[in-house]
């Protein structure tokens, strides 16, 4: 029998697609899982939904309203919640740069980090790692192939800030293709907004799901992997797994491989992190080889995913050029799903903003949280000026 262990959580962005996946597994273990603290900038009826029937003790949303809106749960603000006595580990299930304050004060007041939000490490991964590092926290993956390269791990190295263990030769995370994978190129123009939401093999939040069909998204994730694992970016590359069933593989410097493969369920990776060290039961739909039958793997058409090479080229020059491209994207993947731009022109935005860009090459952390205030401001302005002439 395996001891349990008893865990109180907060969750920030409770009502995102993460978060509510999250509750999933904390409705699935309530012995074990308590949920402390939610917070939500958005889908309040939902917050307020969770707030009832999760019962936590404290709840944080952008209007801080009467306490019997929230079922008595004491309205806090976003920094106290992640520093809640009480709680044993934070989730960050943003989206976006919201995720870094919150992942910072949450290092600070020494909690577990489960990290959801990729972004807070494209940006700012040198300084939110520095930070675990020196107050000796782990940050505990929760995208499902950082989840996967971290549980290939297991007795080879160690989780917490530093896995840089000498024994890999490599790194491969695995890349859906995302919703257009099969599109002639000349016809990504044109898409729509609903063909680039049904993505063939994930249900997820609506940005990360556009992100997937650029592959900016595992852009984002190379560059996530290269802070969480310590690893440099020779040692990182992707395929095409159409299957979404190998989440990650990691090469050993023996060539012995190991790979890490399950459902697409993101519930999955989440639980693994809520209940870290500890591996719970769940009953998630389980994955049937037999009837998978076959698993491919092969290099990416480059040409098809311009965003994919932008975001391999930032994080090579490295500095403020990460922030510019996770801002840049945030506000192409905004305008795109509010159909102001064309999916072919989201890697346009962000070029652009990378272009106009005057890099600082060792920046402080302001600095890069200037960048990315800049890039959303230059954005907006451009866009008006646009609007104004058409
Ligand atoms: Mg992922």
Known sequence: MVEKVTRSIVIVGSTGSIGQQALEVVRAHPAELRVVGLAAGKRLDVLARQVHDFKPSYVNAPSLTAAQEWHGAITTTLENLCELPEADLVLIATVGSTGLAPTLTAIRARKLVALANKEVLVMAGQWVMAEAQRVGVPILPVDSEHSAVWQCFAGDCRLGGDLACSSIERIILTASGGAFRDRPIEELAAVSREEALAHPNWVMGPKVTIDSATLMNKGFEVIEAHWLFGLPYEKID??????????????????????????????????????????????????????????????????????????????KTGGTAPA?????????????????????????VVDRALQAHRLIAQPTLDDVLDADRRTREDLEASLDRGTRRA
């Open 238 to 315: 992707v395929l095409l797994h159409r299957e979404s069933i190998v989440h990650a593989l990691v090469e050993f410097y023996d060539g012995s491989l190991r790979a890490a493969l399950g459902p697409p369920d993101m519930r999955i990776p989440v639980q693994h992190a809520l209940t870290y060290p500890e591996r719970f039961p769940a009953s998630w739909p389980r994955l049937k080889l037999t009837e998978i039958g076959k698993l491919s793997f092969s290099p990416l058409n480059r040409r098809r995913y311009p965003c994919f090479n932008l975001a391999l080229d930032a994080a």
């Open 324 to 348: 510019v491209l996770s801002a840049a994207d945030d506000v192409a993947v905004r305008l795109f799903l509010e159909g102001k731009i064309g999916f072919a022109d989201i890697p346009n």
